[in-house]
């Protein structure tokens, strides 16, 4: 048997024993705004987005579909009730929910690797009923094309048995899916991941210890999902990067001529609006503004990632002992539970109003505004591009998968972050925060307005990123 098909056996058989609770059917869009929808005005075509249920997927995933309705498509935005984003329908812009049965105690015992097969597993049965229901409803717009997060690759199939064409979404950067395609094609799976300096063969910069390894139970699981998403994401009408030419050129270079479609380097898609799973703070903003000039360190390392308490300890202290003002995103769920009451005995008594802790941040808003002088990341690739968009250096501390190399696109190709070791240390975090804020930051920042300048040219009329999204667009309307 088939190596790939002994391990799509094991799989469905793990995940059909968590298949157990009822799928209840999508919510409709009121009636009201169907028939507004329908008659107001004539559209371009019919797409409907789907993304991974995940606030680093959500996020662009919107922001390309608010660019495509402001171009006359209609737009139907599809999301699960587990992680669902707080959205509102409007003329041109559907929103349908699908009930996944899953609970948040259930998510959470599943490592990422094992929450990624089981969603695209339970996604299928009601993700396929709501595309058969869009197609029939009268009076409807027809469903021209679906355009799917890489991620869930489930609908690749789904999409060929409809009859629909399918475009798959990257939201991360595309050297990370040359890294992802590596480990499957070369098998990298074994020691030098967190440790070896090596370059990768034809991946130069990317070290082994860069790679988009993903801890999980399940060896076999992590090794189907990469062969799942990269080649039925080659296997679309087209994909589209959330990356610009002028950031990634040699990696799309390689990519494209593996697709079976064209390849689109459209971003970064930076619109002011976003669509956060969790409540944004905006009195940080009114905190930044009594602050001076390029002076805070603003820290947050996303929305999934998870700290232990030692490490909160360090960070905490690192942050107290550079002397600098600092505003730190300290989701509740960051360490079992913890919140600012939780932090070091006396540490927010130490750092007074030089320092602001904070559930969650209007990042976009953080990181344009004229306080903040250095970037703490995950290197999350959102949060990678807003720092670029902003012009701000970044001190460089990534957890897992595709912010590895991220991180070392950052520090050592485009030349505006700090890199930090994986085990957090107060005294090397009192170092780099000190380093982004005085000299040594000055440098990374002129790098960083430079690169900046770079990215808003390839977004402007001509530029690289306007071209194919233009491009783009004549394909949906062809569709």
């Known amino acids: 048997m088939d190596k790939n098909l002994k391990l799509q056996t094991l799989v469905l058989h793990f995940l059909n024993s968590r298949l157990t609770l009822p799928i209840k059917p999508s919510t409709p869009l009121p009636n009201s705004?169907?028939?507004?929808?329908?008659?107001?005005?004539?559209?371009?075509?019919?797409?409907?987005?789907?993304?991974?249920?995940?606030?680093?997927?959500i996020n662009p995933m919107i922001q390309l579909a608010r660019t495509l309705h402001s171009r006359g498509?209609?737009?139907?935005?599809?999301?699960?009730?587990?992680?669902?984003?707080?959205?509102?329908p409007s003329p041109g812009f559907s929103i349908e929910s699908i009930c996944l049965g899953l609970s948040n105690q259930e998510a959470r015992e599943m490592d990422k690797v094992e929450l990624v097969l089981v969603l695209n597993e339970k996604c299928r049965p009601p993700f396929r009923a709501l595309m058969e229901d869009l197609q029939s409803r009268k009076g409807g717009v027809p469903v021209s094309c679906l355009i799917t997060d890489a991620v869930m690759y489930f609908t690749q199939d789904?999409?060929?048995?409809?009859?629909?064409?399918?475009?798959?979404?990257?939201?991360?950067?595309?050297?990370?899916?040359?890294?992802?395609?590596?480990?499957?094609?070369?098998g990298y799976l074994d020691e030098r991941a967190d440790t070896s300096d090596e370059l990768v063969p034809d991946l130069s910069p990317i070290r082994f210890k860069d790679l988009p390894f993903v801890k999980t139970k399940y060896p076999d699981y992590f090794s189907l999902?990469?062969?799942?998403?990269?080649?039925?994401?080659?296997?679309?009408?087209?994909?589209?990067?959330?990356?610009?030419?002028?950031?990634?050129?040699?990696?799309?270079?390689?990519?494209?001529?593996?697709?079976?479609?064209?390849?689109?380097?459209?971003?970064?898609?930076?619109?002011?609006?976003?669509?956060?799973?969790?409540?944004?703070?905006?009195k940080c903003i009114s905190w930044l503004d009594t602050q001076?000039?390029?002076?805070?360190?603003?820290?947050?390392?996303?929305?999934?990632?998870?700290?232990?308490?030692?490490?909160?300890m360090e960070i905490a202290w690192g942050l107290a002992n550079s002397g600098r003002p600092f505003l730190w995103v300290v989701r509740s769920d960051l360490v079992n539970g913890l919140n600012t009451a939780g932090l070091p005995s006396g540490?927010?008594?130490?750092?007074?109003?030089?320092?602001?802790?904070?559930?969650?941040a209007p990042q976009k808003k953080v990181l344009a505004h004229r306080a903040v002088g250095a970037f703490w990341t995950h290197c999350g690739w959102n949060s990678t591009l807003e720092s670029i968009c902003a012009g701000v250096p970044m001190a460089c501390w990534p957890q897992f998968s595709d912010q590895r190399v991220n991180s070392r696109l950052i520090c050592h190709v485009w030349g505006?972050?700090?890199?930090?070791?994986?085990?957090?240390?107060?005294?090397?975090?009192?170092?780099?925060?000190?380093?982004?804020?005085?000299?040594?930051?000055?440098?990374?920042?002129?790098?960083?307005?430079?690169?900046?300048?770079?990215?808003?040219?390839?977004?402007?009329?001509?530029?690289?990123?306007?071209?194919?999204?233009?491009?783009l667009i004549l394909q949906l309307m062809s569709c």
């Not at 929808?37 to 993304?51: A, C, E, I, K």
């Not at 030419?245 to 001529?257: C, F, H, Q, T, V």
């Not at 540490?347 to 969650?360: I, R, Y």
């Open 33 to 57: 705004l169907m028939a507004e929808n329908r008659v107001s005005m004539p559209y371009t075509g019919h797409l409907v987005l789907f993304s991974y249920p995940y606030q680093g997927h």
């Open 73 to 88: 498509f209609f737009i139907t935005i599809v999301h699960t009730d587990y992680n669902a984003p707080h959205l509102e």
């Open 158 to 186: 789904l999409a060929e048995e409809l009859g629909i064409k399918r475009m798959a979404f990257r939201t991360s950067s595309s050297t990370s899916t040359l890294g992802f395609q590596a480990i499957r094609e070369k």
């Open 225 to 282: 999902f990469i062969s799942s998403f990269t080649s039925k994401s080659f296997r679309a009408s087209a994909l589209i990067f959330n990356t610009s030419d002028s950031l990634e050129s040699p990696a799309l270079e390689k990519i494209r001529p593996q697709c079976r479609g064209p390849v689109y380097a459209i971003g970064p898609l930076n619109l002011p609006s976003s669509s956060s799973i969790l409540l944004e703070d905006d």
């Open 292 to 312: 001076p000039p390029r002076s805070v360190v603003y820290t947050s390392f996303g929305s999934i990632a998870g700290l232990d308490s030692s490490q909160v």
């Open 347 to 360: 540490f927010m008594d130490q750092v007074g109003s030089c320092g602001l802790v904070v559930e969650w």
């Open 416 to 471: 505006v972050g700090a890199e930090m070791r994986r085990e957090v240390e107060r005294g090397e975090v009192e170092m780099v925060v000190r380093r982004l804020l005085e000299r040594e930051g000055e440098e990374m920042r002129e790098r960083a307005s430079e690169l900046k300048k770079v990215v808003e040219k390839s977004l402007g009329k001509g530029g690289s990123s306007y071209d194919a999204l233009e491009s």
